[in-house]
Every structure is written in C-alpha cells, then in structure tokens.
C-alpha cells in the first residue's frame, strides 16, 4: 500500500487489506453487503 503515498488522498488508502478465498453472494450472483458487513464488522478500524 506504500505504492499509494503521495499519488493519491490519505484517506484514500485503505488501513489494511484481507484477502480470501470465496466472497458471498445472494441467490441473483450479486455481492453480498450486509453478510460482508457482518463478517468483518470486528474488523473494521475504528
């Protein structure tokens, strides 16, 4: 993320990335938001 730092905003960079194997997704293939959410809530900093 160190790539970022003085070519875009601050804020636009986020704090950490994770990555995983499988997002969620509803019955209609969309992305999944509040299981997301709810997922990774405790990891949100704060």
Not at 9 to 23: G, N, Q, R, S, Y
Request: overall charge positive; hydrophobic content about 40%; charged content about 35%.
């Amino acid at each position: 993320l160190g790539y970022y730092e003085g070519k875009v905003a601050k804020w636009w960079i986020p704090d950490a990335v994770e990555f995983v194997e499988e997002l969620p997704h509803t019955a209609t293939g969309k992305l999944w938001k509040a299981e997301l959410k709810k997922r990774y809530r405790d990891r949100v900093a704060e």
